[in-house]
């Protein structure tokens, strides 16, 4: 079972977002990690191949060179090995952009029964690059999928997420899957793995070197501002001499006020 | 000197932040309360390499420097200095002295287990009767054929209820004091062995410390570390790494107790000002962020010292002990003007802030007091021996 993993750095969860002049000020992004939901899908991807008991993980990212250090967490989780797509003509792409690059990328690794990607990135939320990239690659494409029930010999059946609940698909492989938070936690890297991850085999590949050309990957999309969401507003206590009232006030002001009832 | 840090020291204190903040911070209070020894979360640092970490791997260990050790320790503590203490006698009292000293037999029965986080260590050199003073332990181990019988009492055996082996140091040449100590490997599991009395703490409550008691407890020669008489260097040289680890330990504290006055000094409000408008808020966090600082420096240092003296045979003590001297003393300090600035909330059980005050004085305490380190400081700045 050989499987392509395609994960990005972004910015931490945790990191205070500042807009300046409508942008995202770069400033602010000071501590990077693994894509969460490209880390659910590394974690399925070690549980898939360990299952399997032989093949191997491919990690394939397009990020600026300091990137390096969050692909090689990838690895220190225990993926094999690593594709870093660095390039200028990389820097301002857009989704559709980001899914040739990886097309392209995953074409000359070749050799593999399934690509597993995050569903969206945390960093812009667009949702879109796996779907574009299987639509490139001429794969079928299961998004949102949580769990794996059963994988082997050309085919597939797995758990997607719906609104409100569970779809079973059968699809044949390869294939392109995009992760969803599911039942398996993403491991810790160990100290051995850790340790051993800068022995792993680790290649730097330009746009030529996928034979892309700068000029097809400019964006086809703009983000023309960013603003932040409005400050929260106080909270307010309901008054009144009993529960009742209380509740009388409250159920009034749902319907009067705030219009949610 | 350099003290900027490699990828991998990147990515292990980062491994070991995310294990702290995501495993132990939920769990800290709780295991604070009850005392119970947080056996769940000391497997699963076992299993991400955390209690080994200095150790080669064909010793079960992470085969990492003593700075990953440093930096994983700081991020362990800073969420729990309980899950400090027993990763730091596992580390560096018990896997580092079996490491240096054992045998290859030794290492592959005692270290290897330990070193991989499948069963604790413990080291235990106090008695009820000596603590600082080493050379007045009542304990006795005689030797019978190829046997020793030892009988005795310890205290403040950390990890001393769950441990499966312990670093035991006992008199066998009584008149010779110091000279008279060695050291034996203990599998607590054996007839003669009992656990004496659970101490109830103060601070670092979850790491389990408790007496234990040898009656006619009968040890193989193959079981000794070192050669008797021996024990005293053992248990010295094994402390100016340890001590390395406890200064770790306490500057995980300080800055959990510092970053929780930050916060808290912007959220507060007293006289239509935030209190971190007060110029006596401010200065005392000026004060915390430099000793902080400063404190850090000294363990990096003590750090790489260390990395080169065990490449040259050198010891390395006065550079340990000054790290732990001030980290623990700044640890201290850093906490009691934490639970200053909480106010009232400081002294609540609802922050962590009081466990933080409570946790920091044993950093002052073990492995040598805060005066004992000033000795041996002393001694080496007088030339003494
Ligand atoms: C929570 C906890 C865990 C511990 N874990 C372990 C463990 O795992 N293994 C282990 O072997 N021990 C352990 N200890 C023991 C610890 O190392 C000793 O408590 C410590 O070394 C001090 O010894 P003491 O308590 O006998 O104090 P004493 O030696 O009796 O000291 C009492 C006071 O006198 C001062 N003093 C002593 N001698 C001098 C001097 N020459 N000059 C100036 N002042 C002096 C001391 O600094 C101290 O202030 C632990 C202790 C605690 C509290």
Not at chain 1, 226 to 247: N, S
Not at chain 2, 176 to 198: M, S, W
Request: charged letters at 25%; proline letters at 4%.
């Amino acid at each position: 079972m050989n499987i392509i993993v395609c994960m990005k750095r972004t910015p931490d969860t945790a990191t205070k977002i500042a807009v300046k002049d409508g942008q995202i000020d770069p400033a602010c992004l000071d501590t990077w990690i693994i894509n969460p939901y490209d880390e659910y899908a590394i974690e399925e991807a070690l549980q898939l191949r360990d299952r399997a008991g032989e093949g191997k993980i491919t990690l394939v990212s397009i990020g600026p060179p300091e990137a390096q250090e969050t692909i090689r967490k990838g690895l220190a989780m225990g993926c094999d090995e690593a594709v870093h797509l660095v390039d200028d003509a990389f820097a301002g792409l857009d989704p559709l952009g980001a899914a040739k690059v990886l097309a392209a990328a995953i074409q000359k690794v070749g050799d593999f029964d399934l690509v597993y990607t995050g569903w969206k990135g945390v960093d812009e939320d667009h949702g879109q690059t796996g779907i574009y990239l299987a639509e490139f690659l001429g794969l079928p494409h299961v998004s949102m999928v949580v769990k794996i029930d059963d994988i082997g010999d050309g085919e597939a059946r797995v758990e997607r997420e719906v609104e409100g609940g569970h779809e079973l698909v059968r699809t044949s492989l390869p294939a392109v899957f995009t992760a969803q938070k599911g039942e398996n936690e993403p491991r810790y890297p160990t100290l051995r793995g850790i340790m051993g991850a800068k022995k792993k085999p680790f290649q730097t590949w330009s746009a030529a070197d996928v034979g892309l050309d700068p000029a097809g990957l400019q964006p086809v999309q703009e983000i023309l501002s960013v603003t932040l969401p409005p400050q929260r507003q106080a909270g307010r206590i309901v008054e009144g001499e009993t529960v009742e009232e209380k509740a009388r006030e409250l159920a009034r002001l749902l319907r009067e006020e705030a219009k949610v009832i | 000197m350099d003290f900027s840090l490699t990828e991998e020291q990147r990515m292990i204190r980062d491994l070991a932040r995310d294990f702290a903040q995501n495993e132990i911070v939920p769990i800290a209070a709780e295991h604070d309360e009850s005392g119970e020894f947080p056996a769940e979360t000391i497997r699963k640092m076992g299993e991400l390499g955390l209690m080994g970490i200095e150790i080669p791997p064909e010793y079960g260990g992470g085969g990492l420097d003593t700075l990953c050790y440093v930096l994983a320790m700081e991020e362990i503590s800073k969420a729990d200095a309980a899950h400090g203490t027993i990763m730091s006698v596992n580390n560096s009292l018990f896997c580092h002295a079996l490491y240096k000293y054992g045998t290859e037999k030794q290492k592959q029965k005692y270290l290897i287990p330990v070193a991989s986080g499948e069963v604790v260590g413990a080291y235990s050199l106090t008695e009820p009767m000596s603590g600082s003073d080493a050379g007045t332990m009542r304990s006795r181990a005689v030797r019978d054929g190829d046997e020793y019988v030892i009988n005795g009492r310890k205290s403040w055996v950390s990890s001393g209820p769950v441990a499966k082996y312990i670093l035991l140091f006992t008199m066998t040449a009584p008149e010779k004091k110091h000279h008279g100590i060695t050291a034996f490997i203990v599998e607590t599991g054996r007839p003669g062995f009992a656990h004496g009395k659970v101490e109830p703490k103060l601070g670092i409550r979850a790491s389990a410390t408790c007496e234990c008691v040898y009656e006619d407890y009968r040890l193989p020669v193959a079981n000794r570390l070192g050669e008797e008489g021996e024990g005293f260097k053992i248990a010295m040289s094994t402390l100016d790494e340890g001590r390395i680890g406890i200064a770790s330990q306490a500057l995980g504290i300080a800055e959990a107790a510092y970053e929780a006055s930050v916060a808290y000094a912007k959220e507060r409000y007293a006289f239509g000002q935030a209190i971190a408008d007060f110029q006596a808020i401010q200065w005392k966090l000026a004060d915390m962020a430099t000793r902080i600082e400063a404190s850090r420096l000294l363990i990096y240092n003590a750090a790489l010292t260390k990395e080169r003296a065990e490449q040259s045979g050198a010891r390395y003590t006065r550079e340990s002990s000054m790290a732990k001297l001030y980290a623990s003393e700044t640890a201290m300090w850093v906490a009691t003007q934490a639970v200053q600035i909480h106010g009232g909330m400081g002294y609540s059980k609802e922050l962590p802030v009081e466990r933080y005050f409570r946790d920091a004085k044993i950093t002052e305490i073990y492995e040598g007091t805060s005066e004992i380190q000033r000795m041996v400081i002393a001694r080496s700045v007088l030339g003494g021996k």
